[in-house]
């Protein structure tokens, strides 16, 4: 008769599976720890409602122009706002430049207003061209 397992030796499938989870515990909160902290002002600022004619003329490249002027959102390999951009079916959308082009969007977002910029898109949403067509206080796209 083979001797009697240890205790050790009766415990060590928990024991592994235990270690393995602590090690991707202890990963993860390092992951979380070694973010960089999202800037407080970005969070804090309030939310606008800005619409009117969304450009994404190049990959990477994309603008709202409105009755305030035009604010980048995105510039090819540079920054680009949090957040997702709006989805236009293809009768909101002008094409110009293969699949890229222009449509209207209502957009909620933070700016920084001295640099004309799109900090975060809360929410994003696709307008028919009439509506931006139509509105007198947007130069045409």
Not at 5 to 18: D, E, K, N, V
Not at 73 to 80: F, N, Y
Not at 86 to 103: E, I, L, M, R, S
């Amino acid at each position: 008769m083979p001797p009697a397992p240890t205790p050790l030796q009766r415990h060590a499938p928990r024991l592994a599976l235990s270690a393995t989870l602590l090690g991707f515990a202890v990963a993860a909160m390092a992951q979380n720890t070694a973010q960089p902290p999202v800037p407080s002002t970005s969070r804090a600022a309030p939310l606008e409602n800005r619409c009117g004619w969304f450009h994404n003329p190049t990959p990477g490249n994309a603008t709202l122009t409105d009755r305030d002027g035009e604010w980048v959102i995105s510039t090819q390999a540079g920054p680009e706002a949090e957040g997702d951009w709006p989805v236009f079916t293809d009768a909101q959308w002008k094409k110009t430049n293969g699949h890229y082009g222009h449509g209207c969007a209502c957009m909620k977002v933070v700016v920084d207003r001295r640099e004309q910029r799109v900090l975060r898109i809360a929410s994003a949403t696709a307008k028919p061209l009439k509506a931006c067509r139509e509105d007198r206080a947007l130069p045409r796209p």
